[in-house]
């Protein structure tokens, strides 16, 4: 019995040892695990100048795909294509436009060359290549200057959603956008003194029917709306009246998609119409059962037009 405890100790403390030994093995696999995961961590927030960051939605492995959302919202828009985008195989890249959402929202310039400045700015931070460009409404026409201002750098498409362009308001020589430029002004005005009455307003239009979204999804609308500054609101809202994109088009040169809804009560669809014969090769898809928000009101065909011409 003397020999044998020595024994049956020896045992026990080798098997003390080797169990010790596998937890600080698990424990430095899993602090370098952790580790890795962090240093592949994508950022979500890109300084594109001294104390102004914009707010990115990074998700997926992939061709990249960006899009650039419409006013007054933020990428938190475009919640319903996220998913279905990384599960096609694609990095998805929404950006949020100075003055919106999460972003930073400085005192200055809120024009389109501004906000492409700032697009190109996080696409060369990202080292984007060859992506698709898209943008909704206002987005869609900063998207549209983005690639004729910086010939397509770092885009090999361009998907237009119901964009305000190339002309938001009626000119002499320009009679297709549904509102005058002294109609737009009013809504200039009611930014300072009835912003959430300037939402509904919007609001009302946005949408084919009162039906054609949830309560939910309209709530969930309006929440992203009131995040953006009041200044940026009006700044862009000026922007969107008095800028004039058409000398944008011809030098459209890449492969363009152009969705647009019928009975869009915000952007006329003859808008749309006048941008797919002035861009060569474009291609317009109508859509029947939509207002303005195409991409929610009629959610399956919207993304499955976008992962069509991706596949392309």
Request: proline content about 5%; overall charge neutral.
């Amino acid at each position: 019995m003397k020999k044998t405890k020595p024994i049956i100790a020896a045992a026990v403390l080798s098997a003390l040892m080797f169990v010790s030994c596998t937890k600080t093995n698990k424990s430095e696999n899993q602090s370098q695990d952790a580790a890795q995961t962090t240093a592949q961590a994508r950022a979500e927030y890109i300084e594109v100048e001294p104390n102004v960051r914009l707010h990115v939605t990074d998700l997926g492995e992939g061709k990249p795909v960006v899009l650039i959302h419409g006013y007054p919202v933020s990428d938190a828009s475009w919640e319903y294509q996220y998913l279905p985008l990384i599960k096609a195989g694609y990095r998805v890249i929404g950006i949020t436009l100075r003055g919106f959402g999460q972003s930073d929202k400085p005192y200055g310039k809120y024009n389109y060359d501004q906000f492409a400045s700032d697009i190109k700015t996080v696409l060369d931070k990202l080292d984007i290549k060859d992506a698709t460009l898209g943008g909704h409404s206002m987005g869609g026409a900063i998207a549209l200057h983005y690639v004729a201002k910086y010939n397509a750098d770092h885009v090999s498409k361009l998907a237009l959603f119901a964009a305000a362009a190339p002309v938001h308001t009626k000119k002499p020589d320009y009679p297709y956008p549904l509102f005058t430029k002294e109609e737009i002004t009013k809504w200039v005005d009611l930014v300072s003194v009835d912003r959430p009455g300037l939402l509904n307003t919007i609001g009302e239009r946005f949408v084919l029917s009162p039906t054609s979204v949830s309560p939910g999804i309209g709530a969930w609308l309006g929440g992203i709306e009131m995040q953006s500054s009041a200044y940026a609101m009006e700044q862009a809202l000026i922007a969107l009246r008095d800028e004039d994109l058409r000398g944008d088009l011809p030098k459209i040169k890449i492969p363009t998609l152009i969705m647009q809804a019928k009975q869009d009560r915000i952007v006329a669809y003859a808008l749309a119409e006048q941008m797919n014969k002035a861009i060569k090769g474009s291609t317009l898809i109508p859509f029947e059962n939509s207002g303005h928000a195409l991409f929610l009101e009629e959610r399956d065909k919207f993304n499955a037009e976008l992962l069509k011409f991706l596949k392309q």
